[in-house]
Structures are given as C-alpha cells and as structure tokens.
C-alpha cells in the first residue's frame, strides 16, 4: 500500500478532534475520492500527510516511511494543490505550471512536455501567458491543479480542485485526474462535487465530524439504497407541491423546494407510483416528473444528514437535475 493512515487523530485544541480516528489506504494507480461537510476534516487530513500538520496520535506511512518524521520526504513523494491557493502574482500560468515542475524534480524537457500537454487537455491556452492577478478565479484554480498535476510524484492530493471552474474544465479535469490514477500514482481528491466525482473515483471515504462514516466503491455506498429510486415532481404552483408531497406513498418524508418536490420511493412501487404522477399531469397539477436511481448525493446526505450543511436539502434538487 503506497499510502497507509491508521487511527489518526489531530486536535487543534482540547477536546475537539479535527480527524477521529481515521484509517485509510491508497495504493498506487487508485483515486480516493474524499467528501464531508465544512469542517469534517478533510484539509486537516491531507495536511499531516505533506507533514505540515503534526498529528495528535495516530500513523501515516507513505511507501512505509513516516511524514511526521521526515517532512521533507513528504513533500517530494507528494504533491499538493492546496484548498487555499498562492496567488500567482506577476507570473503566467505557463510560468507557473512548468517552475513548480521543475522544483518537483522534473528534467527542463520533461517539465515543458506537462506544461503543454495540461494547457492544451484543461483549454488554458488562451490564458498560458496571462499575469495571475489578471487571471479569473477558474483559471486560477485550474492552474493550481496543473501545477501539483504536471510532476506530482507518487501520491497527489488535490483539495477542491473543481471549484470555481466551469462544466466543460470541470469534466477536462476529472480526465487529467483518471488519468493520473491510470499512470500509477496513487491519487486523494476532496471534493463537494459528489456526482461528478464518481467519474473519476475508484473509492470514497466519507467523513462526518473528524470521523470515517462510509467506505467503499460508488457502487458499495449506493447498494445499500438499491431498493430505492427517486420521484422528482415540479408541480404546478407551490401549494399544490405540497400537497402532492403528502400523497406520494414514499419511504422517507419528501423535500419540498419551491415547486419542486423530490421523494424516496421504494423499488416495489415504482410503476404505481408512475402511473399516479402521470395521472396528476394529465389533470394540470404537475408540470413534469422523472423516476431515478438514487444518486450517491442521496447517499451523502442520508449518511452525513443536513445539519451539517444547510444548504444540503437545496442541493437535492440540483441532483435531480442533473441526473
Ligand atoms: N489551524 C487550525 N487551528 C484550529 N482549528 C482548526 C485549524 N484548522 C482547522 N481547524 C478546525 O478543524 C476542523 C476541520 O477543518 P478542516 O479545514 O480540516 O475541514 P474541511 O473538511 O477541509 O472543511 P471545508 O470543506 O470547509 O474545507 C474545523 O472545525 C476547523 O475549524
Ligand atoms: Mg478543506
């Protein structure tokens, strides 16, 4: 195993843990996707594996030596792109990408040959020699991400490389990042982003409050909602949502959004459901409807529940529609 975390645990001050007692693995050519609310620990966790932050108690081993004792080692086996970015005042991004390549130990061709082949597979050309503080927050980000991308070791982590970037880079992106697993290096990506992120994951590891709540493939964590779908209704007008939200036989309460309603369905019902949905249209009390599996967003908010993230029950329609 190329990156080995067993029982860690940071507090930053007394007796609130950062990181609960985490275990995790990561062998080369595999990505873990890593996800939790604000504060769940996430950017606390990748910290003490680059030996920035010292752990509480606990083991982190990369290739089997330790980060905490030798930080230097950490950072040349692994590549950063930080939540936080520097910001890249007075130079390019081309600049940028191919300087940190070089300090990461890539020879000058080598680095010019990332450099050109990130710009071109992310769309970066037309910024590749624009000053940073003339740059958009996206393409900042972008470049962050190329630059822990372009000579990245043997384990990169990436804290919420998507943010900021648009559709187009963000599904650009996902591939640099598959692509990477698929050149062996052993890959950490936090992320908000849960549906796109199964794209490029293998594994994800969930954390609520410091602590693992979830472990396994995209296809293990969604299993155990196998006998569910989604009814997603827009109704004609917000009371009748309501209303409609009451008389769907479902198998947890709905959430209401404006005139949209979405609700857990069980498997069983899900012709009877549709049948009744398409009656409600046919009378003018519901606009449009759709019956979907369960998307591992649903996973995340049942498993890390909405109190963490109170803009968790908006985000429930937003998976809807994208599905
Ligand atoms: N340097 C610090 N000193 C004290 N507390 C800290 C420090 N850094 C983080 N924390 C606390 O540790 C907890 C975990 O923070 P962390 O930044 O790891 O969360 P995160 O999962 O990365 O969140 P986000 O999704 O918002 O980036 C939070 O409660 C945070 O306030
Ligand atoms: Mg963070």
Redesign the pocket.
């Known amino acids: 195993m190329l990156l080995e975390i067993d029982g860690l645990t940071k507090m930053?001050?007394k007796g609130?843990r950062?990181n609960d007692d985490i275990s995790l693995e990561v062998d080369a050519g595999q990505v873990l996707g890593l996800l939790?609310?604000?504060?769940?620990?996430?950017?606390?966790?990748l910290n003490q594996v680059v030996g920035l932050v010292k752990p509480t108690s606990g083991t982190i081993r990369i290739d089997g030596r330790d980060p905490v004792a030798d930080p230097a080692m950490a950072r040349r086996v692994c590549a950063l792109q930080p939540?936080a970015q520097a910001p890249l005042t007075g130079i390019t991004p081309r600049q940028a990408i191919e300087t940190m390549a070089r300090i990461r130990g890539a020879s000058r061709q080598r680095a010019r040959q990332r450099t050109d082949e990130l710009i071109e597979a992310l769309e970066l050309a037309p910024w590749a020699s624009t000053v940073g503080e003339k740059l958009s927050g996206g393409v900042q980000r972008l470049t962050a991400f190329c630059m822990a991308a372009a000579e990245p070791g043997r384990v990169v982590m990436f804290d919420?490389p998507t943010n900021d970037v648009d559709p187009v880079r963000r599904r650009l992106l996902w591939e640099q990042v598959r692509a990477l697993g698929a050149a062996g290096v052993a890959v950490v990506l936090?992320t908000?982003n849960v549906i796109e992120a199964e794209r490029a994951v293998q594994r994800l590891v969930i954390?609520d409050q410091g602590r693992v709540v979830a472990h396994g493939t995209p296809a293990e964590l969604r299993g155990q909602d196998a006998d569910r779908l989604r009814l997603e209704v827009v109704a004609a007008d917000e009371p009748t949502a309501h209303r409609l939200a009451g008389d769907v036989d479902a198998v947890e309460p709905a959430v209401v959004a404006g005139r949209r309603v979405a609700v857990p369905i069980a498997t069983g019902t899900a012709t009877a459901t549709l049948a009744w949905a398409q009656e409600q249209r046919d009378a003018g009390r519901v606009d449009e409807f759709s019956v979907t599996p369960v998307s591992l967003e649903d996973v995340y908010i049942r498993l890390v529940g909405t109190e963490n993230g109170a803009d968790a029950t908006e985000e429930v329609g937003h998976a809807a529609l994208a599905a």
Do not use: F, P
């Open positions: 930053y001050k609130a950062a939790g609310h604000n504060g769940a620990g996430k950017t606390t966790l939540q919420e936090v908000h954390l």
